[in-house]
């Protein structure tokens, strides 16, 4: 079974959802045959790569709230964060352009580590004092190579504007095409969507459905076909 996440580093929900549906895909006892996909979706497309800024004012303009209501919502999100066993800095964080992280993200699906990369981001974003954004292009190298990946691909794909901007920009067509205007959204085997950084309880309830509701084999059996087995091949008869 194949779960496909659509999620921005730059959104705490995301980084909150996905230690939940760990949580339920650990307990859930067909987890080896689970192949987790994580899918692009920038929160901001627009934003230019060097601007960047504090969290709070920005929370506080998106939403026409104020500056202390932003805080109190970024304090619950710690408390939110904490109950998953993670670490979420409340105070002086700060935000930017996602693209060349979406980016480096592709490049570690092909050598097996995407999920290695996409919770050194979220680390660095949501949980250390030094900024993915703030600090160019070296950071992300840094990260990705404390991910598993080689300094010079990394470097190579960061100075290539053009280096799977495409892959982005289809995973995020798709998920305009699946409905998602918004992350975390969890596609389960094309079947099932689950929006948002649902409990536990409901990832669990989720993988059960999607993994009974997978259709059986259907076998087509039209006489004797010669096969080869575990005994051998058939010897052709005359």
Known sequence: MRVEIWS??????????????????????????????????????GRDKA???????????????????????????????????LEYRTRDRDHGNTFDMHRLLHLAKEHGRQDALIQAFYRANFAEERSVFAEGDERLVELAVAAGLDADVVRGVLADPDAYADDVRADEREAAQLGANGVPFFVLDRKFGVSGAQPAEVFEQALTQAWGDRSPLTLIDQGDAQACGPDGCAVPQR
């Not at 895909?25 to 920038?42: T, Y």
């Not at 601007?51 to 104020?66: L, N, Q, W």
Request: net charge negative.
């Open 51 to 85: 601007e960047t800024g504090p969290v709070i004012p920005m929370i506080a303009k998106k939403y026409g709230i104020s500056e202390a209501q932003a805080q109190a919502a970024e304090d619950n999100l710690g408390v939110q964060a904490a109950a998953e066993g």
């Open 8 to 45: 921005d580093i730059a959104c705490p929900w995301c980084y909150v959802g996905k230690a939940r549906f760990e949580k339920a895909l650990d307990a859930f006892p067909h987890r080896d045959q689970v192949e987790v996909v994580h899918r692009s979706f920038e929160l901001d497309p």
